[in-house]
């Protein structure tokens, strides 16, 4: 018996990193994927790989993320967890004093309005079909500033975090669960084209870290199996932080401290 077996998830941005590790997770735990990730991306492959179907999207466009899900319902009959996870981290978002108009909206676009977007064309077949569970990627940063700004991700991060909040207490009662997903830094393309471009101040986020390293995807996924599955059955509109006691450290360990 798989954690999720006969559950069908729909998975935006699951063509790379936390996306990709979480569409394998579930597929292994029984489940049928569908992933939504942008045209040009590794998705078609995934989904052969993984046995599901892909939808070509973007997150930012109200009318292909309705196709994503009618999609899912029509091949596979209902859509029990969307992980609503796509987003962006572009050089352009930077400090306030630098970050343009263009790169505010764009970061907008992509990691908060495309949320508004899923929950929006989801929540009518959980609400048809009496429950469901939908998981939205948030961050870290919804919750701590950070001087190594990126002034719209950090904000976009928020919304998102707020949003999945009050959607998660409107709906409770409906048998859907609404839960934030907030990671730490995990080692996924995102973070290591930050590293590629700026080694020394990403090189600063990691002495934050009381286990002296990143995530790897896979740990986040095994957060995302378990809030997709009835395992998490009391467990809604939360903040759930996967980042290793980063939020809560005060005092890290010196390297030597783990020799
Ligand atoms: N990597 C980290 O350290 C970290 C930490 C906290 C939160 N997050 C969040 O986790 C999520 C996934 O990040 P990741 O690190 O796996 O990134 P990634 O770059 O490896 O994957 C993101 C995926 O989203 C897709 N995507 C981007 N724009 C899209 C659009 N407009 N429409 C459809 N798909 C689109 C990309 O094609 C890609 O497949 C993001 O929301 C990110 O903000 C990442």
Request: some cysteine.
């Amino acid at each position: 018996m798989g954690q999720l077996d006969g559950k069908v998830a729909v998975i935006t941005g699951g063509a790379s990193g936390i996306g990709l590790a979480t569409a394998r997770k579930f597929a292994a735990e029984g489940a049928t994927v569908v992933i939504g990730d942008l045209p040009t991306s590794n998705g078609v492959a995934v989904a052969e790989e993984l046995g599901g179907a892909f939808a070509a999207v973007d997150v930012t466009n109200a009318e292909q993320v309705e196709a994503m899900f009618a999609l899912a319902k029509e091949k596979y009959g209902r859509i029990d967890v969307a992980f609503n996870n796509a987003g962006i981290s572009p050089a352009s978002d930077d400090s306030i004093l630098k970050t343009g108009i263009e790169a505010w909206d764009l970061v907008q676009n992509v990691n908060l309005t495309s949320v508004y977007l899923c929950c929006k064309a989801v929540i009518p077949y959980m609400l048809e079909q009496g429950g469901g569970s939908i998981i939205n990627t948030a961050s870290f940063v919804a919750l701590m500033g950070a001087a190594t700004s990126q002034i719209s991700y950090t904000a976009s991060k928020g919304g998102v975090l707020a949003m999945t909040r009050e959607l998660g207490v409107q709906f409770a009662g409906k048998g859907i669960r609404v839960n934030a997903l907030c990671p730490g830094p995990v080692n996924t393309p995102l973070l290591q084209e930050l590293f590629a471009k700026d080694p020394e101040r990403a090189a600063r986020r990691l002495i934050h870290i009381p286990m002296g390293r990143f995530a790897e995807p896979e740990e986040i996924a095994n957060a995302v199996a378990f809030l997709g599955s009835d395992e998490s059955s009391f467990i809604t509109a939360t903040e759930f932080l996967v980042d290793g006691g980063l939020s809560h450290a005060y005092v890290t360990p010196l390297e030597s401290d783990f020799e």
